[in-house]
């Protein structure tokens, strides 16, 4: 007994039908993989931002005291904003030749720093003095730039000191962030952290498309 086969279809039709079918898999795995790789992300760069030596020294050190930074949740209300405010997008997948092509893309820090440079937090107000200190300003974009002319800080106790344990006085030198914290747009202490994570953010969003696939 003999059998016979014919395609009614061309070669071209088959991969046209096959591509459709892919592409809308990849379209559920891809919405699908975004909203489950979020929290890890979000997680991901609190710890890269934390883990810089400028969230530690206005915690507990040298930036705290200077600045006069009086509480930890001045800092961790401006570090909550960016996790908050990161958010991830998948592009619609589409048919391109006999190819197919979408991705992610991840916001995660305004370039401005609008969003925290604008918060209350970013601002301490002297309640001596009635000065106001942008220390995040500062502390961000400012670099090496002189930001108190003829004063430095005194470090020691001080009843009118914010921290407690340092103030500004009147002197012949001026005062600058310390040079190996001085940030400036492209080059400070949450960027360094945001561009140290890029193959670890693809392997997260790499292994999440995997698992769904």
Known sequence: MKFSL????????????ILVSLRD?????????????????????????????????????QLKYELGIPSPDFVRSIIDIWVQSIEIQSSAVTISGNSLSGGFSINAIQSTYNDVLSSSQAVIID???????????WLL??????LVAEYEVKMGPNPRSRTGQAVMVSSNQNYSIPAKYAGT??????????????????DIIRNEVERNL
Not at 8 to 16: A, D, F, G, R, T
Not at 187 to 202: H, K, M, P, T
């Open 127 to 137: 309640k001596y003095t009635g000065s106001q200190i942008p220390w995040l300003e």
């Open 6 to 17: 014919q395609l009614l279809e061309s070669n071209n039709e088959i991969v046209k039908k």
């Open 25 to 61: 898999h990849l379209s559920v795995v891809f919405d699908k993989s975004r909203k489950n790789v979020l929290r890890p992300v979000q997680d991901k760069i609190k710890i890269a931002i934390e883990s810089q030596p400028e969230y530690g020294a206005l915690l507990s050190g």
């Open 185 to 202: 747009e492209r080059n400070n202490w949450v960027y360094r952290a945001i561009s140290s994570l890029d193959d670890s953010i693809l």
């Open 141 to 146: 974009l400012r670099g090496g730039d002189i």
